[in-house]
């Protein structure tokens, strides 16, 4: 096999796992309590102009990113004490990740 081959192979067997650094976006639900939105507020800093697509459920947020994103979200999150409870990554949607220059977000 060719090192184009193999780096093929290597690169799409990494979607779907932590060390995917694409551009993949994957429909995720956060499960945590947030009776002041401090948490969506989080979300929608990180997610950028990605944010207008949370949707807020009884006990947490539907959202969509890429799975780079998520170790963040929940770091931030637990900075502000907010307690998470469970994250599950649904399926891959066809949607690309576009980086939202104008937000700023630092942690």
């Not at 990180?46 to 170790?71: A, N, V």
Request: net charge negative; proline share 5%; glycine share 4%.
């Amino acid at each position: 096999m060719s090192d184009e081959q193999n780096k093929g192979l290597n690169n799409s067997s990494k979607n779907g796992t932590p060390l995917d650094y694409s551009s993949d976006v994957y429909r995720t639900y956060i499960e945590v309590i947030d009776p002041t939105n401090e948490a969506k507020s989080i979300l929608s800093n990180i997610l950028g102009k990605s944010s207008t697509e949370i949707l807020s459920l009884d006990y947490g947020y539907e959202f969509e990113s890429p799975i780079q994103c998520i170790p963040d979200i929940v770091r931030e999150l637990a900075v502000k004490n907010i307690a998470v409870y469970q994250v599950v990554r649904y399926s891959k949607t066809n949607k690309m990740w576009a980086h939202n220059e104008s937000v700023q977000w630092t942690p």
